[in-house]
């Protein structure tokens, strides 16, 4: 329990995440058609992406381990990390949209990865609203847990699988491995790109430690008023 | 990228950011804090019950 407490990897991610935001700004990208200068937002926009997809699969591991050891925290901490993914994916909609607004010339276009992807968070916070209707404590547990595995089987299905399949994408990465395969990002964006998706993902850790911390707190008060 | 002044964008973005992260290291000593109260308490309980 004490490592998380530990300063030193979350002042290296803010050194991290300084350093993105300043050479974001500040080094030079190619210039592409179109895209132009904006292609600076790929270091924040799939930042935020890559950060909820590391934090749901975070959350799929607990909730795993509340099915086999059936301890609360555990459910704590998977539904700490849910609610951290939430944030981390509205920030990536919200990031995406602003850049779809001046490279497609709308804020939201009909094509299968944008849909895939909005339909993918519904099914997170759909495990809010589970949460939300069971009162019994394991029950509810053992349910959410339940359902965030179903729910991350069925995420991956909306924004890998069937964008993937799909005949067409606006969106880029519909193959492969997206930004990280040899050709999809230009060599001198790497020096911030690779760091970036380091400092978000310490970031990402970071939040969701406090708000499982918070919660727990909460839990163990109620116990306490309940004994 | 000398003709802008995109440099008092991003010196701006990484105040702010910087602010956040020092609200969030203020937040998780305060949680801190609570943890160890709640600890006491929670010893306190157990002593009274064996008690």
């Known amino acids: 329990m004490k490592s998380i407490q530990h300063k030193w990897w979350k002042i290296a991610g803010v050194i991290i995440l300084v350093y993105v935001i300043a050479g974001g700004f500040l080094f030079d990208v190619p210039a592409f058609p179109v895209i132009q200068q904006s292609i600076r937002n790929v270091y924040f926009h799939v930042g935020m992406w890559f950060g909820m997809i590391f934090i749901l699969l975070i959350s799929l591991g607990y909730s795993i381990r509340f099915l086999l050891y059936r301890v609360p925290e555990d459910d704590m901490r998977a539904l700490s990390a849910v609610r951290t993914g939430l944030l981390f994916g509205t920030l990536g909609l919200l990031t995406g949209m602003i850049w779809a607004k001046f490279t497609w010339g709308a804020f939201w276009v009909n094509d299968p990865k944008l849909n895939g992807a909005a339909v993918g968070m519904l099914v997170y916070l759909a495990y809010m609203v589970l949460r939300g209707s069971v009162d019994e404590e394991d029950k ?55 760091p970036a998706m380091a400092g978000w993902f310490i970031m990402a850790w970071w939040l969701y430690s406090l708000l499982y911390r918070s919660t727990r707190i909460d839990h163990k008060i109620s116990e306490l008023k309940n004994n | 990228m000398t003709e802008g002044k995109i440099m008092v964008v991003a010196l701006l973005l990484v105040i702010i950011f910087l602010g956040i992260t020092a609200f969030l290291f203020y937040l998780e000593k305060r949680i801190r804090v609570s943890e160890t109260k709640l600890k006491k308490l929670e010893e306190e309980k157990n002593r009274d019950k064996e008690s």
Do not use: C, Q, W
């Not at chain 1, 349910?143 to 880029?172: D, E, G, K, Q, T």
């Not at chain 1, 492969?176 to 230009?186: C, K, M």
């Open chain 1, 140 to 194: 509810r547990g053992r349910l959410a847990a339940v359902y965030n595995i179903f729910a991350f089987v069925l995420f991956f299905v909306f924004i890998m699988i069937i964008p993937r399949m799909a005949a067409a994408s606006i969106h880029p990465g519909t193959d492969g491995n997206p930004a990280l395969s040899v050709g999809d990002l230009a060599p001198e964006m790497r020096k911030v790109f690779f």
